[in-house]
């Protein structure tokens, strides 16, 4: 049980540098997220799916962008990277939407760390 | 605006002492709420979770929380922490997303 898998663990940029953050799950889950960690602010989401080809923004959108053209894979794309970006990033995933009657828990990734220069 | 409160950034205690962790919400109607766990370096992990009934629920580790619907609270506790429950823990609160208090950092004294 691989769970959910993000790759890399570390990553130093540059400003101005693009890259992905990949995340695979192989849970048959329908609903995929991405947050980033910042000190004193817990996890805040960037985006979010809720199933293959779908995707939508969550509450700090600005700066990544995010396709889901299988139901496993769900990347995160940093343009052009900024300082601002330099956090952790967790990918996570569930059966169904957090939000849905009988509440599926998300398994959660084990963290990307991402420094921006 | 809807928003997950975690008023205490970091609590130490001594082990074998008892631990209340606190959360309140302002969301609307009664949310879906969970604990989470995290250890240094890790993903987090769940703890517990209340959907609906009885608000004292069981978790994983020996703690436990109870959901106040007057207090629109989510406390966690514990009898006797120990040593490894040195960690960062989130109240976590689902209404149509899951959002995240800032979390609370443990310490726990020898």
């Known amino acids: 049980n691989a769970g959910v898998t993000q790759t890399p663990k570390f990553q130093v940029l540059k400003t101005g540098q693009s890259m992905t953050l990949q995340c695979a799950q192989d849970?048959?889950?329908?609903?995929m997220s991405w947050y980033r960690q910042d000190p004193g602010m817990g996890l805040r989401l960037i985006h979010y799916s809720v199933g293959a080809g779908i995707t939508d923004q969550g509450e700090v959108p600005n700066g990544y962008n995010v396709s889901r053209s299988t139901t496993e894979d769900f990347p995160l794309r940093l343009l052009s990277a900024a300082p601002s970006q330099t956090s952790v990033y967790f990918c996570a995933s569930s059966y169904s939407p957090p939000g849905e009657a009988g509440a599926n828990v998300l398994t959660f990734g084990a963290g990307s760390r991402l420094t921006v220069l | 605006a809807q928003s997950v409160t975690q008023p205490d950034i970091h609590i130490t205690v001594s082990e074998g002492a008892s631990l209340e962790l606190r959360c309140n919400y302002s969301y609307g109607a009664t949310p879906y709420l969970f604990w989470y766990v995290q250890s240094p370096g890790q993903g987090l992990q769940l703890l517990l979770k209340?959907?609906?009934?009885?608000?004292l629920v069981q978790g994983i580790k020996g703690f436990e929380a109870e959901f106040k619907r007057s207090q629109s609270s989510f406390n966690l506790r514990k009898p006797s922490v120990h040593w490894s429950d040195a960690a960062e823990y989130f109240c976590?609160?689902?209404?149509?997303?899951?959002?995240f208090g800032a979390g609370t950092r443990l310490t726990v004294k020898p």
């Open positions: 976590a609160v689902v209404n149509n997303d899951m959002r």
């Open positions: 209340y959907f609906s009934g009885d608000t």
């Open positions: 849970m048959n889950h329908e609903y």
